[in-house]
């Protein structure tokens, strides 16, 4: 029969924790400068102007 | 015990906030006392609390070391706690080495006359701060907020100060990003780093990064950190009561 612990939580065992906020990634982000959105912009335009595609006859 | 340990670690982010919290308003003034431990909910014995500690770093003593407000000796005890539980690992990064020093300096600042001071022992690498691209240099150095008090890390305000134009491209960077916690350590770095370009708005742009991420209180506390080192005058590395010991 197991006898659960209710010791506190030694604080080594929350090293790893510590680091990893103490050392954190920096987030993956996209980030699009204004030149690139108003080429994006045009072109999606352009698409949603388009005349659609004719239907077959018959 | 795995139960206990996933539940530490999910708490750790939350606890850090709380702690964070109630420096804040240590830092925008108010009667000479402020008081941590006293102030938040987990108390002082739960090791979560003394690994958040650690996470902050320096700043849970920073009413003392830029505001020259005095800690409770709970507080104190604590934060020595943490000090001694949290070493660097051998080998580890220089950002933890940095960090823990950074905190050694604070509490023999805290436990003497406020005066921040250089930490003892060996000082780790500064290297990284001019050769590292402007973009990871201002990473970094954001991690390390905590140590922009003046006589604190002199050989790491020294590197800093080479570079202050890259440091402001790195917190616009930063803003754009939408990098907010970033955004505030960087700006602090700024705010006590002599050549930091005027054009740059450095007041007005940490009032927007208060305005967008302020709900975060690390945010919140690089903010009035930086606030405080603005009204201390003009962004030099000034002590803030006598000289500077070595």
């Known amino acids: ?58 | 015990m795995e139960a206990q340990r996933s539940d530490a670690t999910s708490r750790l982010p939350d606890v850090v906030q709380e702690f964070a919290s109630a420096v804040v308003p240590a830092l925008r003034g108010g009667d000479g006392r402020f008081d941590v431990v006293g102030t938040v909910l987990t108390p002082a014995d739960d090791p979560v609390a003394v690994a958040a500690v650690r996470v902050l770093g320096a700043d849970v003593l920073a009413p003392r070391t830029l505001a020259g407000r005095t800690p409770t000796e709970a507080d104190l005890a604590l934060f020595e706690h943490a000090v001694r539980a949290f070493p660097p690992k051998a080998g580890g990064s220089a950002l933890s080495a940095w960090s823990h020093r950074g905190m050694r300096a604070a509490l023999a600042a805290a436990r003497a006359d406020g005066t921040a001071r250089a930490g003892d022992g060996d000082v780790p690498d500064t290297a990284w701060v001019a050769e590292l691209s402007w973009q990871r240099m201002t990473h970094q150095l954001a991690q390390l907020a905590a140590l922009a008090v003046p006589g604190l890390a002199p050989p790491l305000a020294e590197a800093v100060a080479a570079r202050p134009v890259d440091l402001a491209r790195g917190f616009v960077r930063a803003v754009r990003r939408r990098d907010w916690l970033q955004a505030a350590g960087a700006g602090r770095w700024l705010a006590m780093t002599p050549g930091t370009p005027e054009s740059l708005g450095l007041a007005t742009g940490l009032d927007f990064v208060h305005h967008m991420g302020g709900a975060d209180a690390r945010v919140a506390l690089h903010v009035q950190a930086a606030a405080v080192l603005r009204s201390r005058g003009d962004g030099a590395a000034t002590p803030y009561a006598g000289s500077v010991r070595a």
């Open chain 1, 1 to 58: 029969m197991s006898v659960e612990t209710t010791l506190p939580l030694a604080t080594e065992t929350m090293a790893d924790d510590v680091e990893a906020l103490l050392n954190p990634t920096e987030a993956d982000g996209t980030f699009r400068d204004s030149a690139e959105c108003a080429v994006l912009l045009l072109a999606g335009g352009k698409v949603l102007l388009a005349p659609p595609t004719p239907r077959p006859k018959g």
